[in-house]
């Protein structure tokens, strides 16, 4: 039996790491883990202030839950639970929260996985870096490709997730 | 994101010819900054394909003179083929390289 995909959202607002463990809590689970990215202080060697985080709201909803659906059905039983921030993130500030429970620990770690991979390759978010200097400039992305040609490999494609 | 509301006027609806149909298009992130606003109108030939809207987007003349041949065209929030027929219904939406986590 797959797992249950208990929350996708995109917000504007802070994420809350014990509000998305919660949301996946269950007495038969006996792992959870949460993944938490987070604004960093620095990008290729310059340092940053910030991160301005913009969506195509419609689409980022309606990718979220098909990435989170692909993550419950790795799990047997089990819940997912994936909140994507958008709007200006100080430092340290949890941009995704992702969190997986499931009977067994095995599982938690690939569906988790599973999720933040998916979303730097398919979510529709941009991150606009303000650099301490008063720059800005967008981070360079991976191009969205059309869904048949998805898993289909790239010669010379590869990179830093 | 907020999306302003459509408005559609009966004498400029009147005034697209039968073989042309206008394509409302949502940019985002650079590409909205290359287009100078997060929506654009643009007049295609009927049955045109996401590769000739991202050709026209292309010869407006403007900023998006820099958009990339390859931009991905999102159509009903779906990404599409270079040679995919728009219908002029169809939610449009021209999508840079993505960058989430």
Request: no cysteine; charged share 25%.
């Amino acid at each position: 039996m797959k797992g249950r995909v208990v929350l996708t959202r995109i917000t504007e607002n802070a994420i809350d790491p014990s509000a998305l463990l919660a949301a996946v809590a269950d007495h038969g689970h006996g792992a959870h883990l949460l993944f938490l990215g987070t604004v960093r202080d620095h990008a290729d060697g310059r340092p940053v202030a910030g991160m301005g985080y913009e969506a195509y709201v419609d689409m980022a909803e309606t990718t979220l839950a098909a990435i989170a659906e692909e993550a419950a059905t790795r799990l047997e039983g089990g819940a997912v639970a994936v909140v994507h921030r958008i709007g200006e993130l100080e430092l340290g500030e949890v941009s995704v929260g992702i969190a997986i429970g499931s009977p067994h620990r095995a599982p938690v770690y690939d569906a988790n996985r599973h999720v933040i991979e998916e979303i730097k390759k398919r979510l529709p978010v941009w991150k606009h870096e303000h650099y301490t200097n008063g720059d800005a400039a967008w981070v360079e992305g991976t191009p969205l490709r059309p869904e048949a040609a998805r898993g289909e490999r790239v010669a010379g494609e590869g990179g830093e997730a | 994101m907020k999306t302003d509301p459509v408005h559609i006027d009966p004498a400029l609806a009147d005034a697209v010819p039968p073989d042309r149909m206008q394509i409302d298009v949502l940019f985002f992130a650079s590409y909205r900054e290359l287009a100078g606003a997060r929506r654009r109108s643009v007049m295609l030939p009927a049955g045109a394909s996401a590769g000739d809207l991202v050709h026209a987007l292309r010869a407006l003349g403007d900023g998006l003179v820099a958009l990339p041949e390859g931009a991905a065209v999102v159509v009903n929030q779906r990404v599409v083929r270079p040679d995919h027929s728009i219908a002029p219904d169809d939610e449009v939406a021209l999508l840079p390289p993505v960058a989430g986590g």
